[in-house]
């Protein structure tokens, strides 16, 4: 048996005991029918995820939800709700969720699912080994849980957040199987560059990691930039929009 189908073996069942491991959140209202989108927060939380990131990814998403921005998007969808879920990744085989799959339709739901993040977010302490950067692993769970999500969805992106090159997997194929089901591949890169493997860091999500209709790349020009820049993606995603100067199709 080849490398490459262990490591897809092993994607699939930790996908499914991450699935198996969802329990409904106690915040959250009862299921839609349909939602204008259902989205995956991916977020790395690997060996190179300092306090500061981590900060930075947690605080971003938490921010992003409870903004005014963001309830606009919500409230101007044809369905007027979403469905979001916040996983953490770094090896094949060690997903977390965070927050399991929740409808938010107002702002007192966003604010609940925010405040779940914010507390149960990883903050880049306590953990002496905290794993590689499989890219390909995070975009393999995020699609199992599309697959799997109770519900209707007039899109379904999944949104990875992370500052590194993948080192463990294939991200390029486990792309290719993502965009195969009609989902979307976005990104926001925490930093420009990884120092000692790539000055482009944006450049290489383009060519690696991101696909599907209108998919794109979002990099912040410094840490002060990243809640801003969390929150215009997801009004972006919400509102069928894409940034001009970021945005790539495949």
């Known amino acids: 048996?080849?490398?490459?189908?262990?490591?897809?073996?092993?994607?699939?069942?930790?996908?499914?005991?991450?699935?198996?491991?969802?329990?409904?959140?106690?915040?959250?209202?009862?299921?839609?029918?349909?939602?204008?989108?259902?989205?995956?927060?991916?977020?790395?939380?690997?060996?190179?995820?300092?306090?500061?990131?981590?900060t930075l990814q947690r605080q971003g998403h938490v921010d992003a939800l409870r903004s005014?921005?963001?309830?606009y998007a919500i409230a101007g969808g044809l369905v007027g709700c979403i469905a979001i879920t916040y996983i953490q990744w770094s090896s094949v085989g060690r997903p977390q969720t965070v927050l399991p799959w929740t409808t938010i339709c107002d702002s007192g739901q966003a604010a609940a699912a925010a405040s779940t993040i914010d507390r149960a977010g990883d903050?880049?302490?306590?953990?002496?080994?905290?794993?590689?950067?499989?890219?390909s692993f995070a975009i393999d769970v995020s699609g199992q849980l599309l697959d799997r999500f109770p519900g209707t969805a007039r899109k379904n992106i999944i949104d990875v957040s992370s500052n590194g090159?993948?080192?463990d997997g294939l991200p390029t194929e486990s792309r290719q199987r993502a965009v195969a089901k009609g989902y979307i591949i976005n990104a926001i890169a925490?930093?420009?560059?990884?120092?000692?493997?790539?000055?482009?860091?944006?450049?290489?999500?383009?060519?690696?990691?991101?696909?599907?209709?209108?998919?794109f790349v979002i990099a912040p020009a410094s840490p002060a930039d990243y809640s801003v820049?969390?929150?215009?993606?997801?009004?972006?995603?919400?509102?069928?929009?894409?940034?001009?100067?970021?945005?790539?199709?495949r």
């Open 165 to 167: 090159t993948n080192n």
């Open 1 to 54: 048996m080849s490398h490459a189908t262990l490591r897809s073996l092993r994607s699939l069942v930790s996908g499914v005991c991450l699935l198996a491991a969802i329990v409904p959140f106690p915040g959250a209202k009862a299921w839609a029918n349909d939602v204008d989108a259902a989205i995956v927060f991916a977020v790395d939380k690997s060996a190179s995820i300092h306090i500061e990131h981590a």
């Open 123 to 135: 903050t880049g302490q306590g953990r002496s080994s905290r794993g590689r950067t499989s890219l």
């Open 190 to 215: 925490v930093e420009r560059t990884e120092p000692g493997v790539t000055t482009d860091l944006p450049g290489y999500f383009r060519e690696n990691v991101i696909g599907g209709a209108g998919s």
């Open 68 to 71: 005014k921005e963001v309830a």
């Open 229 to 249: 820049a969390i929150r215009r993606k997801l009004v972006l995603e919400i509102s069928s929009a894409a940034p001009s100067n970021d945005r790539t199709t």
